[in-house]
């Protein structure tokens, strides 16, 4: 069940991932490259990377430990979405198409795989490692939305930094992925 359920999430994601780059009927690496500014994109392409690393090495604790690292991204993803996005751009426009996908559908499939499938129990220095693509996306994209030059600077598209709140911001997000990372710890070790 856990092969099949890996795979599931590697071939959605390479399939999801692979439309970003097709326009017009032509593929172009311009058409998609503008998709990997998003944190969604990044942890599901991450997630389906380490779904694809436990397929072809169950037994391995580095590839578990990167599906480890790429659900918990998944699951913040996920919660982003329902917690904070929803709210304010409507759940319709982020559970549809593409997004109900690496929103919803390939999170749950990576937590029930971790979950229930690949328990091995989990040390506190690996469940901070979860914390990890939250505090690397965090640092780019703070960068990208205030000190980036003119021209190759992002616009701020999650609303992190609306009002000039990013330090908020910042804190909930950190602590929001910390707590996923324990919860995770909590369900590996019981």
Known sequence: MDFFLNAMIFTLTLILTVRFFRKDGSFRFSNGAAAFRYFTVLSNVFCAAAALLMCLSPSSSWAWTFKYMGTAAVTVTMLTVFLFLGPNLGYKKLLTGTD??????????AILSFSCYEKRGMT?????????????????????????????????FYGFNKDGKWPISLALMLTGSFAVCIGFMFLQNR
Do not use: C, N, Q
């Open 100 to 109: 109900l996908y690496m929103h919803l559908v390939t999170p749950l499939l």
């Open 124 to 156: 506190v220095e690996t469940m901070m490692l979860g914390v990890l693509p939250v505090l690397f996306y965090s640092i780019l994209y703070l960068y990208k939305v205030l000190y980036a030059p003119g021209t190759r600077r992002w616009e701020d």
